[in-house]
């Protein structure tokens, strides 16, 4: 039985920008994001990982994501604090 996992994470780059959503794979997703595959971020390269949670379901990842996009730039900077303090 293959188990889905989707997850709900934050990008940062070297800018100190930051690009929040989910995927099933975010190894995969970050090395997009490196390359000319994702374009749109392309161009603001080298993002590092910087949060994520793991979900059993997509609704989950989704909401995550809807919760991590509300937030001003300040919150931001405390959920990745707090990750990599964990």
């Known amino acids: ?12 780059n ?8 989910f995927t099933q794979e975010f190894d995969k997703r970050l ?3 490196n390359t000319n595959l994702s374009c749109h971020k392309s161009v603001q390269r080298r993002w590092a990982l910087a949060y994520f949670k793991e979900f059993e379901t997509k ?3 989704l909401k ?8 001003h730039f300040a919150s931001i900077e405390r959920v990745v604090s707090n990750f990599q303090a964990e």
Do not use: S, T, V
Not at 64 to 71: A, N, S, Y
């Open 1 to 12: 039985m293959i188990i889905d996992r989707y997850f709900g994470c934050i990008i940062k």
């Open 14 to 21: 070297h800018q100190g920008l930051f690009y929040k959503g």
């Open 31 to 33: 090395m997009e994001n």
């Open 59 to 61: 609704i989950k990842a």
């Open 64 to 71: 995550e994501e809807l919760q991590l996009k509300k937030p």
